[in-house]
Structures are given as C-alpha cells and as structure tokens.
C-alpha cells in the first residue's frame, strides 16, 4: 500500500464566500429579496461583484470547509477543487494552502471566472445570497491526482459532483482508485433535493460497495429512503452496508453500522450564532477520528464537538485551533 500521506481528501466544489455589508437600500435598487438564495449566470456574477464595494472573502465550499477543519484539528488533509486563473482563484489557493490544506488541482485557464458566492448583508444581519458556480462545474477526470487519492486514508466527495457529467466520471475514478489502494470512499449527501435528483444512484453507491462511508443530516437520510420516520431511515441506512454518519442538529449525532450503532450528545453551545457549516465540521471530526483509529463513539463526539465550535461564530472556519478545543476536552491529538 501507498503510504500514508493524508487524514481525508476532499473532493468538491471551489467556491470563494464574498461578503459585504450594504444597506436596505442596495437590494431594492438591485431588486433582491431579502434573505433569499439565487443562482447567477457569469455577466450577472462580475456585475454585481462590481458594485459590491468592499468585501470579506473567505475560500468555501463544503468539501473545502471540511478540508480546513481537518487542518485545524492537525490533520493532515488534502483537496481536489476547481478554480480559474483570476483574482479569486488567487485567493482561494492561498487560503486553502495558508491553513494546512495541500491544494495543487490545476487551474482553468479560460473561460468561466471563480466560483463565489456573494452574501450581502444588511443592518439587521439579514444575508441575501448571490451564488454563481463558474470554474468549479469544470471539475473533471483530468484533476484527479492518482498520487493523492492512493495515499489519502479517506477519499470524501460532495453529492454536488453528481450533477456535473464530468464531475461524476472524476468521482468515479476517485473511488476506484481509492479502493484499488485499500482505502475507504466516503460522500455527503449534500442536501435533500440533491437526493432527490440521485436518489436511486446515491442507493447503488452504498449496495454496491462504491461508497464505504455516508454522511447525513435527519432530513436528508428520510429523503433518500422515502420515509417521515426516522428509525426506519435508521434501519435502511444499517441495511446498505456502508457507516452512516448521521447529525441530528441539536440531538447530538450517530454512527451505524450493520454491527454498531452509537449516538451521543450535541455539545452545549451557549450563543448559537450561525448554522453554516455544521454538518461540515463535523465530518472534519468524524473523519479525523477514522484516520486515527478512533473509536466509532470517539469519532462521532469529535465531529460534535467541531460542529458546535463553529456555529459559535459567524463563518464556516474554525476561528480558533479545533487541536486546542479538542485537547481541552480530553481527546489525545
């Protein structure tokens, strides 16, 4: 086997977060709904890009969150995402490669701009988001590094890259590689209406062994099983034969498998302050905790304990080292 160079790959799409701070004002002249999400074509990303002043911007996208959090905690991870050759892409490859991540997928070289996802944000908190895909729908066969995924413990993937045609062919490939190193294949559903779209693929990557590992929030686990009830969802997830990794907001979380089932608590968070990128951290945990052969009820109270660092804040990166939370509480880093 190839050695082991890295905790997780992850594999997703590149999207640099912009924020800003505008008035009401702006979005009525911009003719926004407020709090709103839309997806944007490229004339309308450079436009507005323009006309948003001064920014924040912080490299995303939930395979990348989780790549930084893995980071934080001092793993060791790795990631595959696309990005243009523009000031964006610039800052996104900085920032990755800044906090610990090894990013070296090639970048497009014409065409569509860096992904970004642009979050105007009004007096009142409010965000209106304004989110344009661009380089990072170019994903393809040709960006897998096969050095990489041979000497990653775990290959993660977003179910974002089953949309794409391109982007399921490197999946794909991914997984094959992987597991002809003996190394696990790992996917995030995504969301609920990404399971929608795959249900019935998303079902053939578990019984059919190309995924070894499932992560899920409550909502997109009934989804893929057409079903309200949660424990029947439970049983089928069990059923697949893959390790589902399944949140459960303020429940806490679960590992199952067909010969384990574990649940533990959320952690306590005194101000919840921003939901975005919970379910990402915590698979930084979960994963951090596989690599380095954790217990499963180990591995599921790391990923609680990340995810409830990082709604704590605004922003979906950690803001202080998960190394230094997590050892305060008693794990051996």
Same mark, same amino acid.
């Given at each position: 086997m190839t050695e082991t160079r890295f905790d997780a790959l992850c594999i997703g799409n590149a999207i640099c977060d912009v924020f800003a701070h505008v008035e009401e004002d702006f979005l009525l002249q911009e003719n926004l709904v407020k709090g709103s999400m839309r997806l944007i074509d490229t004339d309308e990303a @450079?436009?507005?890009f323009d006309k948003m002043g001064q920014t924040v911007r912080i490299s995303g996208g939930s395979a990348g969150n989780t790549a930084a959090g893995i980071a934080s905690l001092g793993g060791r991870p790795a990631y595959f995402g696309k990005v243009a050759e523009d000031e964006l892409g610039d800052s996104y490859y900085h920032d990755?490669? +800044?906090? +610990?991540?090894? #990013?070296?997928?090639?970048?497009?070289?014409?065409?569509?701009?860096? =992904? %970004?996802?642009m979050i105007l944000i009004t007096p009142d908190g409010e965000r209106t988001m304004n989110t344009y895909l661009g380089a990072c729908t170019e994903f393809g066969i040709a960006d897998v590094d096969e050095e990489v995924v041979a000497a990653a413990a775990v290959t993660y993937m977003e179910g974002y890259l089953w949309d794409p045609a391109d982007a399921k062919k490197a999946f794909l490939k991914a997984?094959?590689? =992987?597991?002809?190193?003996? %190394?696990?294949? =790992?996917?995030?559903?995504?969301?609920? #209406?990404c399971v929608d779209r795959y249900r019935s693929? #998303?079902?053939?990557?578990?019984?059919?062994?190309v995924v070894d590992l499932m992560f899920a929030n409550e909502h997109e686990l009934k989804a893929l099983y057409e079903t309200s009830d949660l424990d029947s969802a439970v049983n089928a997830a %069990?059923?697949?034969?893959?390790?589902?990794?399944?949140?459960?907001?303020?429940?806490?979380?679960?590992?199952?498998s067909r010969e384990e089932t574990v649940k533990v608590p959320a952690q306590t968070v005194d101000? @919840? @302050?921003?939901?975005?990128?919970?379910?990402?951290? #915590?698979?930084?945990? !979960?994963? !951090?905790?596989?690599?380095r052969d954790y217990k499963l009820a180990e591995a599921t109270e790391l990923g609680c304990l990340c995810a409830a660092s990082v709604i704590s804040h605004v922003g979906a990166r950690p803001e202080r080292a998960l190394k230094n939370i997590a050892g305060q509480s008693g794990f051996e880093i």
């Open positions: @450079v436009r507005l990755m490669n +800044g906090t +610990g991540v090894y #990013f070296n997928t090639p970048r497009l070289k014409e065409g569509k701009p860096t =992904a %970004r996802s997984a094959e590689i =992987a597991h002809a190193n003996g %190394r696990q294949v =790992a996917i995030t559903l995504s969301d609920s #209406f693929e #998303f079902q053939a990557l578990l019984t059919d062994g %069990r059923e697949s034969g893959a390790l589902t990794a399944l949140t459960l907001g303020e429940n806490g979380a679960m590992a199952i101000n @919840v @302050v921003d939901l975005t990128g919970a379910g990402d951290l #915590f698979a930084s945990g !979960f994963l !951090f905790g596989l690599a």
